[in-house]
């Protein structure tokens, strides 16, 4: 395995990984429509513990995203997660209600009350999707920054710090950019998409599968509009490209080209793309079909792994700088060295049993649908 | 010029990150022990009810006995389950905090340290997040094998991944297994093997779950204790209180034992953290372990001046002993780091102001190798002469941050006082648990002998021979019981304490301080996302510990 191979295999486990959180944006999606989705109170506990069995796995495979890109390209982490801060932190706060609002929510001695904690799932519904979907066009857009290794010499700073944001919002200049609230509100209303089309699976509920048919229109028209336009503004601009002495330089309609020349790239984001698209649709076009979760949770999966493989192989910097061109990150300048790619080459071996039995559980745990007797009789939240 | 154009950090910026980090690292403390320590419990718990389950399957079972095993199952699983995410909730930040607050850390020691986080999400958190739903939900929806297999699993996955985050933190204090690349600009793993199964890692590892078990064995005595208090659920109550009691014991013992490991293992590699543990200011062969000393709680001793804390009660030759198994040992103490010393067999220590030196020059080789590596003129010898420089001097790297020789030792009342409180309150529940122990197991002799010496001295009432109940006990008894509860949770937050600050200034021993580790931040930033997880932390905390004393005043759900 050569240092250049394992760079883009690396490349190849975040961008799976972080197709896998999009897809399992699903649970943020439900929670941000149970109101209307669920529109009794019993329907909205229905959606609550649909989404409440699954919660454990976005949130995780966040956590692990956060871990192998901290492991196989730590210049990133150290980049992105300390100089875009506030973006990071209020993703991680939305996240932290997340996880308690499940639990609290409807016990007795709850202080704050039930509608406080439905609240903090709402907002992470919305607000977590749209963040990290920012973060993600940040990927393409460029980001703010500076990164002087140099400085890690200079004993006379108060501090040696090699990377700085260079302006004082500390990543919230990203929302400024339109392009980047474009694919942030696209992946909210995917995240919607498969929200709806999760539960109206999961849950053996006549009320909300047929809620969730109509729902889903109002879910999908919006997300198709946002995806294309920022898929063909992606197309059209020009990109961050790096040579082989590893200096960066723009081209134009680079991620065109990426697609191009990484022709099998292509096949895999228009397969994903026809996948959603038949979900959706025939879930909205066919009465009795409940199944559209997995086409179209698959064909997301396909989708946002062609499209952050496209900002990252073929010689484009994944992590561009808006602030100084040659402070941008590739594959190439900023992952871990040759020893630590592969020892943790090894470890991704394992991987394939964690989907495994992963996927056993939650077969063992949805082979019976959800339904409004077993939230009365059996432990629910 | 320009990498300062855009300079944010002010001399805040440090020590709000620091205090940011601790909070969260603090608040993460409270909830984790108790996912370890009930987890245990209530596989216990499970397992009884799957054997009489199973026993009844073949015929030979009592129905009754079985449904009161998966009442008492469920029960300690709600309390799990109400703890745990907050567990969760209060982890998440800290995988990305490294991050957010320690950029320069994550970028200088990442290709190390990012593999045991990366390694932690993969087998573990998977592990843990997947069979605590199963074990949550699946109660009627798999057979009761599966369901015991997955409860063990969701403790399995948390240990697991205590094990990771612990070689993580035990290469913070004994960084192996890496080498600086200067052309890089970065430390480089070069032993997986070294790093992962570090014997400091090893030890703080069985340490820190094992004392996780004691705040689950303490939770649940104390439950029970109120249970019996108010005279309800009285069988749950003893029985698991047996359960509880005996894992308490267990781990109380190997608590020690990997404790006493421990502190050898930080006598061995972090000499400055064991001379602020014991406030040993001047050190030397023949040393005694301080029991204890009047060290002011709120101020740095003068250890320059001072010969040793006033009031001082102490072990003679304990800490030699302990530190180096020779109670003729030589231990250095404060200034004996910062002068420099010679052990009694020829080892030589340099005094700080030295190691500070030769930090500088490794920083100005680095510097120099790097001008002349990416200069035009070179024809290699300038650079490889550096590199010479910086190889030599590359031990004490770190120490070319430090301005002054009295920065790098770590807060002495904090780390000498968390200790002893440690400790003390380890051995109180040692003697807790047995007494426990003694008293809820029918041991022949052993039991009635203690219930009779008890009973004289008034501690119990007297009572017939041979009486084993703990029912109709004096209240006092089980308010003691239940007020062990936080003083456990303090005891095991100061092992933290003594473990981080101890370890200050360096974020990683020896190799990076604190002030070359942090981000890029103004103070005002960090300052208010510390309020901010204040609040939000403390607002859950308040949340949960209600939900959980409601929880436990309705008691179990008991099956028809």
């Given at each position: ?25 699903f ?9 209307s ?18 919660w ?53 001695g709850n202080l ?8 903090f ?76 089309l ?16 109509v ?58 793309v ?69 020892t ?38 | 010029?320009l ?23 603090i ?45 008492a ?49 993969i ?8 069979f ?8 009627k ?46 430390n ?7 790093v ?81 543990m ?11 372990l301080?029991a ?60 700080i ?27 290699g ?49 040692i ?25 004289a ?44 600050f ?31 997880f ?27």
């Amino acid at each position: 395995m050569s240092y250049e191979f394992l760079q883009h295999y690396w490349c190849f486990v975040v961008s799976l990984l972080g197709a896998l959180l999009v897809f399992l944006l699903f649970v943020q999606g439900a929670n941000s429509v149970a109101r209307s989705l669920g529109y009794t109170e019993e329907g909205r506990r229905l959606v609550y513990n649909s989404t409440g069995r699954k919660w454990e796995f976005t949130f995780t495979t966040l956590v692990t995203f956060g871990g192998a890109f901290f492991a196989s390209f730590p210049l990133f982490y150290s980049t992105s997660f300390g100089g875009a801060y506030w973006l990071w932190m209020i993703i991680l706060f939305t996240f932290v209600l997340q996880a308690v609002s499940y639990e609290f929510q409807n016990k007795i001695g709850n202080l704050l009350g039930p509608k406080t904690f439905q609240f903090f799932l709402t907002l992470n519904g919305i607000v977590g999707p749209l963040l990290l979907g920012g973060a993600v066009a940040t990927f393409f857009e460029g980001s703010n920054f500076i990164v002087e290794k140099n400085n890690l010499v200079d004993i006379t700073a108060l501090t040696p710090v090699i990377s700085r944001w260079a302006n004082a919002s500390h990543g919230l200049d990203a929302l400024l950019n339109p392009w980047v609230l474009v694919l942030g509100f696209a992946v909210v209303f995917l995240a919607r998409v498969l929200g709806i089309l999760y539960v109206m699976n999961n849950v053996n509920d006549e009320d909300i599968r047929s809620r969730g048919s109509v729902r889903l229109i109002g879910a999908a028209v919006p997300f198709l509009v946002f995806f294309v336009a920022y898929v063909i503004h992606l197309l059209l601009k020009e990109g961050y490209a790096v040579d082989d002495m590893g200096r960066i330089y723009m081209e134009p309609y680079k991620y065109f080209n990426n697609f191009i020349e990484m022709w099998y790239l292509l096949i895999v984001f228009l397969i994903g793309v026809v996948l959603v698209l038949f979900g959706i649709g025939k879930t909205i076009l066919k009465k009795d079909y409940n199944g559209g979760i997995w086409p179209a949770g698959i064909g997301t999966v396909l989708t946002v792994l062609a499209l952050l493989l496209c900002s990252g192989w073929n010689n484009t910097a994944y992590y561009p700088s808006t602030a100084d061109l040659q402070s941008s990150l590739t594959i190439q300048n900023s992952c871990s060295s040759e020893f630590t790619l592969t020892t943790m080459f090894y470890v991704s071996l394992l991987v394939p049993f964690v989907l495994a039995y992963i996927v056993y559980a939650w077969r063992a745990i949805d082979k019976k649908k959800l339904d409004k007797e077993e939230i009365k009789t059996d432990h629910a939240y | 010029m320009l990498q300062h154009l855009f300079l944010n950090i002010d001399a805040g910026t440090i020590d709000w990150s620091r205090a940011q980090f601790a909070l969260t690292a603090i608040y993460h403390w409270l909830f984790v022990p108790l996912t370890l320590g009930l987890a245990v419990i209530m596989g216990i718990v499970e397992t009884n009810y799957y054997r009489t389950q199973k026993a009844i399957s073949k015929g030979n079972g009592d129905k009754s006995v079985a449904e009161f095993w998966k009442d008492a199952a469920k029960f300690w699983q709600k309390l799990f389950g109400v703890n745990f995410a907050m567990g969760v909730a209060t982890g998440i930040i800290l995988e990305f905090e490294f991050g957010t607050n320690w950029s320069n850390y994550s970028w200088f020691v990442g290709d190390i340290f990012g593999a045991p986080l990366a390694v932690e999400g993969i087998v573990a958190f998977f592990m843990e997040s997947t069979f605590v739903a199963v074990m949550f939900f699946g109660w009627k929806k798999v057979s009761p094998g599966f369901h015991l297999a997955s409860t063990w699993l969701t403790g399995l996955g948390a240990t697991i991944s205590a094990w990771w985050i612990l070689v993580a933190n035990a290469w913070m204090q004994y960084p192996v297994g890496c080498e600086f690349n200067p052309d890089t600009m970065r430390n480089e793993m070069v032993s997986f093997a070294e790093v992962a199964l570090s014997p400091f890692a090893v030890s703080k590892f069985f340490h820190t779950v094992t004392s996780a078990w004691i705040i689950g064995a303490i939770f649940c005595v104390g439950v029970c204790c109120w249970y019996l208090l108010k005279k309800r659920h009285t069988k749950l109550a003893i029985e698991s209180m047996k359960i509880g009691a005996m894992v308490g014991l267990i781990a109380c013992l190997l608590t020690l034992a990997t404790g006493h490991k421990s502190a050898q293992d930080v006598a061995e590699v972090q000499p400055m953290k064991l001379a602020a543990m014991e406030a040993l200011y001047n050190g030397g062969t023949d040393i005694g372990l301080t029991a204890v000393a009047w060290v002011n709680p709120f101020c740095q001793p003068d250890y320059q001046n001072e010969a040793e804390p006033p009031l001082k009660l102490e072990m003679p030759y304990a800490l030699s002993f302990m530190a180096t198994n020779d109670i003729h040992g030589y231990v250095p103490g404060i200034n004996d780091i910062l002068n420099g010393y010679t052990t009694p067999d020829g080892k030589v220590e340099p005094s700080i102001d030295e190691k500070i030196e030769r930090g500088k020059k490794a920083i100005e080789a680095l510097a120099g190798y790097r001008a002349a590596k990416f200069g035009s003129s070179d024809d290699g010898s300038t650079a490889a002469a550096h590199l010479k420089v910086l190889q030599e001097n590359m031990k004490y790297f770190g120490y070319g941050y430090i301005k002054d020789k009295n920065d790098i030792v770590p807060f002495v009342p904090v780390n000498f006082w968390a200790f002893r409180i440690m400790v003390g309150l380890g051995c109180l529940f040692i003697l807790f648990f047995l007494l426990i122990v003694i008293l809820t197991y029918q041991i022949p002799f052993i039991s009635v002998f203690t219930r009779r010496l008890l009973a004289a001295v008034g501690l119990l009432p007297e009572t017939e021979a041979d009486c084993y109940a703990v029912t109709n006990l004096p209240a006092w008894h089980y308010w003691l019981a239940i007020i062990l509860i936080p003083l456990a949770y303090i005891g095991s937050e100061c092992g933290w304490l003594v473990a981080e600050f101890g370890r200050q200034p360096w974020t990683i021993q020896d190799m990076l301080p604190t002030w070359a580790a942090v981000s890029d931040l103004n103070s005002g930033s960090v300052a208010l996302t510390f309020f901010l997880f204040l609040i939000l932390f403390s607002t859950m905390l308040a949340v949960e510990i209600s939900i959980l004393l409601k929880q436990i005043q309705k008691g179990p759900e008991l099956s028809e």
